[in-house]
């Protein structure tokens, strides 16, 4: 091994596994790569702009941006102060330090945590010199170290006994047509470990992909190296497989007779293992409510839930989010740029819904034609329900997911699947993430707190498929069954339950005065329900002016906190505010709003949002939820309301874990649109995707009497009544 006193040498680390060398030079940036099928490394070569792609990986080290800035590193004076900001306005703190050894000797090197960064690039510091950098996107970790000061960095955690080692090369077996049971084909390749094949049998970690199988190759293949062999599939009608693409209806089948195939390929031990992310989540539930007992292990990461809990039908609304899903998938493979558009404002006003696609892509697509005649939960979309097939659901699964994940329902219908039927051998993790989990410290302006990045994703991965494919007793099990992280006092808890088992449930019931787009006065919104002067709050809702929820459909991220302060100004949107926190107050688990309401229309939407409002009056998002009025009591049999009827609505929000400040007030906001997630409901009761026609609708929300409108908020807190001024 090389010393670490060269100061223009590193190492590449990806998931603990070298893959490249780097030398910094003056004019130009050298670098060598390990080539995993052969073993060997190749000769060094200038770095150039197209290398810096790496495979089209994301958040692999910015190997430009650190040249650039390795002269400034090397001034800087990190004993001086806790908190730096280098000239390129990027900000460091201080984080946590590993011990080991480097250059024959103990020495410690400490962690500079990037706040803003997205993703961060963190620094590693040992007496004053830069040794190396980090890099984290999802459970990929990467690591660019001075060579020999390995051990000061988080490449120590994978020194651990009990976890499979990156010695084997890689043999690609070659593309295979692989036949579902209706006679159609899917395009699978597979990768061996060399030195096993033909020799011993081995699991499968096994990805299903719409987005094009060979995109994930190169960040998967380190399963390889380890002793697992790889296989990729293009799902139905996608990459090169045959067949029409419709998601989610044919996942189950066909990830079922997949599973089989693999386990009956002569270089496989029988055992399958599946990881992906979002319609990779989907893609393994689904195949494991088939029941397949070859299924042994799933790793799902921001799981895509059942189309009418999550993101298609979402309490039966028409969700204009999906839009930029259909952009990025418009082609045979994923088009990664496609939903990066400047018209996203025209596309969503087209009516009728149903003529979008051929307007804006000049061609129809199959399956949104399919999507506007099956407007309710029927055989169709039952196709798809995995959570209704739970009962044969029984596969240790490590669960990721995030608090502005925006399939955050579908983290919390699998958790509460294998909660019902009291599976064992499961593992959730909770982030204070988006989608793109384990990518920032801070979202939209809300600072997330340096812990909200883990080094520890890939390795927890690697386990995880080491205790359950392959049998090795690494403890794994053992550990409690839930991490989540608590927003406001940014840190990470364990528990063996989610929600944590010491919540109680509280309501805090809605109070008069509630009136749309005045100012916001104390005392609306209380632990106790009072008498209030009004029986109700009422606004009318036109759904040629809906209400923005606030998301940007190029980003594709639709639960990102927001501030909602002038969106509250507006006439149709409904405010109900505590008191300034006497205490600090965390809420930890599912929240639900319980709204009584009529509307003048035989059908609308209702959309509940609550927001943290500081001593300024920012409001900022923490969780929301929705639903179409005709869907209230059934996805399956939806019943047109009787106009200024009141009905019961039962809004489930996204979970969360979250502390309400000192002095700052919980607000719940009622509104009936959330332009750029759904599309607005026209009120007029007819089919919504082929609906043209308008209907102001008067709404209201009574909270008097036996109505009596609340949230429902899980607290941590045992003497919560103290954290409110009554």
Same mark, same amino acid.
């Given at each position: 091994?090389?010393?670490?006193?060269?100061?223009?040498?590193?190492?590449?680390?990806?998931?603990?596994?070298?893959?490249?060398?780097?030398?910094?030079?003056?004019?130009?940036?050298?670098?060598?790569?390990?080539?995993?099928?052969?073993?060997?490394?190749?000769e060094y070569e200038a770095l150039t702009d197209k290398d810096t792609a790496m495979g089209s990986?994301?958040?692999?080290?910015?190997?430009?941006?650190?040249?650039?800035?390795?002269?400034?590193?090397?001034?800087?004076?990190?004993?001086?102060?806790?908190?730096?900001?280098?000239?390129?306005?990027?900000?460091?703190?201080?984080?946590?330090?590993?011990?080991?050894?480097?250059?024959?000797?103990?020495?410690?090197?400490?962690?500079?945590?990037?706040?803003?960064?997205d993703p961060p690039l963190d620094l590693m510091i040992e007496n004053g010199r830069v040794i190396?950098?980090?890099?984290?996107?999802?459970?990929?970790?990467?690591?660019?170290?001075?060579?020999?000061?390995?051990?000061?960095?988080?490449?120590?955690?994978?020194?651990?006994?009990?976890?499979?080692?990156?010695?084997?090369?890689?043999?690609?077996?070659?593309? &295979?047509?692989?036949? =579902?049971? !209706? #006679?159609?084909?899917?395009? *699978?390749? +597979?990768?061996?470990?060399?030195?096993?094949? $033909?020799?011993?049998?081995?699991?499968?970690?096994?990805?299903?992909?719409?987005?094009?199988?060979?995109?994930?190759?190169?960040?998967?293949?380190?399963?390889?190296?380890?002793?697992?062999?790889?296989?990729?599939?293009?799902?139905?009608?996608?990459?090169?497989?045959?067949?029409?693409?419709?998601? &989610?209806?044919?996942? =189950?089948? !066909? #990830?079922?007779?997949?599973? *089989?195939? +693999?386990?009956?390929?002569?270089?496989?031990? $029988?055992?399958?293992?599946?990881?992906?992310?979002?319609?990779?989540?989907?893609?393994?539930?689904?195949?494991?409510?088939?029941?397949?007992?070859?299924?042994?292990?799933?790793?799902?990461?921001?799981?895509?839930?059942?189309?009418?809990?999550?993101?298609?039908?979402?309490?039966?609304?028409?969700?204009?989010?999906?839009?930029?899903?259909?952009?990025?998938?418009?082609?045979?493979?994923?088009?990664?740029?496609?939903?990066?558009?400047?018209?996203?404002?025209?596309?969503?006003?087209?009516?009728?819904?149903?003529?979008?696609?051929?307007?804006?892509?000049?061609?129809?697509?199959?399956?949104?034609?399919?999507?506007?005649?099956?407007?309710?939960?029927?055989?169709?979309?039952?196709?798809?329900?995995?959570?209704?097939?739970?009962?044969?659901?029984?596969?240790?699964?490590?669960?990721?997911?995030?608090?502005?994940?925006?399939?955050?329902?579908?983290?919390?219908?699998?958790?509460?699947?294998?909660?019902?039927?009291?599976?064992?051998?499961?593992?959730?993790?909770?982030?204070?993430?988006?989608?793109?989990?384990?990518?920032?410290?801070?979202?939209?302006?809300?600072?997330?707190?340096?812990?909200?990045?883990?080094?520890?994703?890939?390795?927890?991965?690697?386990?995880?498929?080491?205790?359950?494919?392959?049998?090795?007793?690494?403890?794994?099990?053992?550990?409690?069954?839930?991490?989540?992280?608590?927003?406001?006092?940014?840190?990470?808890?364990?528990?063996?339950?989610?929600?944590?088992?010491?919540?109680?449930?509280?309501?805090?019931?809605?109070?008069?005065?509630?009136?749309?787009?005045?100012?916001?006065?104390?005392?609306?919104?209380?632990?106790?329900?009072?008498?209030?002067?009004?029986?109700?709050?009422?606004?009318?809702?036109?759904?040629?002016?809906?209400?923005?929820?606030?998301?940007?459909?190029?980003?594709?991220?639709?639960?990102?906190?927001?501030?909602?302060?002038?969106?509250?100004?507006?006439?149709?949107?409904?405010?109900?505010?505590?008191?300034?926190?006497?205490?600090?107050?965390?809420?930890?688990?599912?929240?639900?709003?319980?709204?009584?309401?009529?509307?003048?229309?035989?059908?609308?939407?209702?959309?509940?949002?609550?927001?943290?409002?500081?001593?300024?009056?920012?409001?900022?998002?923490?969780?929301?939820?929705?639903?179409?009025?005709?869907?209230?009591?059934?996805?399956?049999?939806?019943?047109?309301?009787?106009?200024d009827k009141v009905y019961e609505y039962r809004i489930g929000l996204l979970k969360t874990a979250?502390?309400?400040?000192?002095?700052?007030?919980?607000?719940?906001?009622?509104?009936?649109?959330?332009?750029?997630?759904?599309?607005?409901?026209?009120?007029?009761?007819?089919?919504?995707?082929?609906?043209?026609?308008?209907?102001?609708?008067?709404?209201?929300?009574?909270?008097?009497?036996?109505?009596?409108?609340?949230?429902?908020?899980?607290?941590?807190?045992?003497?919560?009544?103290?954290?409110?001024?009554?």
């Amino acid at each position: 091994m090389k010393n670490c006193n060269n100061s223009n040498e590193f190492a590449l680390y990806k998931s603990g596994i070298h893959v490249w060398d780097v030398v910094f030079a003056e004019d130009n940036i050298m670098r060598r790569e390990k080539d995993v099928y052969s073993g060997e490394w190749s000769e060094y070569e200038a770095l150039t702009d197209k290398d810096t792609a790496m495979g089209s990986i994301a958040g692999d080290i910015p190997i430009y941006e650190i040249n650039s800035i390795l002269g400034e590193l090397g001034s800087v004076n990190w004993s001086g102060s806790n908190s730096i900001t280098l000239k390129n306005g990027k900000r460091y703190e201080r984080y946590k330090s590993f011990q080991g050894k480097a250059e024959g000797l103990n020495k410690e090197a400490f962690v500079w945590a990037e706040c803003d960064g997205d993703p961060p690039l963190d620094l590693m510091i040992e007496n004053g010199r830069v040794i190396g950098f980090i890099c984290m996107a999802g459970d990929r970790s990467s690591i660019l170290v001075k060579h020999g000061c390995e051990q000061l960095s988080p490449l120590s955690y994978w020194n651990e006994e009990l976890i499979s080692k990156p010695v084997y090369t890689v043999k690609h077996l070659g593309s &295979f047509m692989v036949p =579902m049971k !209706d #006679g159609i084909k899917l395009s *699978t390749d +597979i990768w061996m470990p060399s030195e096993i094949y $033909g020799k011993k049998k081995v699991p499968a970690i096994f990805i299903r992909t719409p987005y094009g199988r060979m995109l994930f190759m190169k960040a998967s293949i380190k399963y390889v190296q380890m002793g697992y062999a790889l296989v990729i599939q293009d799902v139905r009608g996608r990459g090169d497989s045959e067949g029409m693409f419709q998601p &989610f209806i044919n996942e =189950m089948e !066909d #990830g079922d007779a997949a599973i *089989t195939w +693999i386990s009956e390929q002569p270089w496989s031990d $029988g055992g399958v293992g599946t990881i992906g992310g979002s319609y990779g989540g989907f893609v393994q539930w689904a195949a494991a409510a088939s029941g397949n007992p070859n299924l042994k292990a799933m790793v799902s990461f921001v799981t895509a839930g059942t189309p009418f809990v999550d993101c298609i039908r979402k309490g039966g609304c028409y969700m204009s989010g999906i839009l930029a899903w259909i952009a990025l998938t418009s082609g045979k493979t994923a088009n990664i740029n496609a939903a990066n558009r400047s018209d996203w404002d025209e596309i969503i006003n087209i009516r009728p819904i149903k003529d979008i696609p051929e307007k804006v892509f000049g061609a129809k697509v199959g399956y949104w034609d399919e999507w506007i005649e099956h407007e309710s939960n029927d055989e169709y979309w039952k196709k798809a329900d995995w959570e209704s097939k739970g009962e044969k659901i029984n596969v240790p699964t490590l669960s990721v997911s995030g608090w502005f994940d925006d399939d955050s329902a579908g983290s919390t219908q699998g958790w509460n699947v294998v909660k019902k039927y009291k599976r064992e051998n499961q593992k959730l993790i909770l982030g204070p993430w988006r989608h793109q989990f384990n990518t920032a410290r801070n979202l939209k302006g809300m600072p997330l707190g340096i812990d909200a990045i883990r080094y520890d994703m890939d390795l927890l991965v690697v386990k995880w498929f080491d205790r359950y494919l392959k049998g090795i007793k690494n403890g794994i099990e053992k550990e409690p069954a839930v991490d989540y992280y608590i927003l406001g006092d940014n840190k990470w808890i364990k528990s063996e339950t989610w929600p944590p088992q010491d919540v109680q449930s509280v309501n805090l019931y809605f109070g008069s005065s509630g009136n749309a787009g005045q100012d916001i006065d104390d005392g609306r919104l209380n632990p106790e329900h009072g008498r209030s002067q009004k029986q109700y709050d009422e606004y009318a809702y036109d759904p040629k002016d809906p209400a923005v929820h606030m998301a940007d459909l190029s980003e594709n991220e639709f639960s990102l906190p927001a501030n909602y302060r002038e969106v509250e100004k507006r006439s149709d949107v409904l405010t109900y505010s505590s008191a300034p926190m006497k205490k600090d107050l965390t809420v930890a688990g599912d929240m639900c709003a319980v709204i009584y309401a009529s509307s003048s229309a035989k059908d609308t939407d209702w959309v509940v949002r609550v927001t943290d409002v500081d001593e300024e009056g920012n409001s900022m998002r923490i969780s929301d939820g929705l639903i179409k009025a005709k869907y209230r009591d059934s996805f399956e049999k939806p019943e047109l309301l009787c106009p200024d009827k009141v009905y019961e609505y039962r809004i489930g929000l996204l979970k969360t874990a979250y502390t309400f400040k000192k002095g700052h007030r919980i607000r719940v906001q009622v509104t009936s649109s959330a332009k750029y997630l759904t599309f607005p409901n026209h009120n007029t009761g007819s089919e919504a995707g082929k609906d043209t026609e308008y209907i102001v609708a008067n709404q209201k929300i009574y909270h008097s009497g036996e109505y009596r409108s609340r949230i429902e908020i899980p607290v941590l807190n045992e003497n919560f009544i103290d954290s409110f001024s009554l």
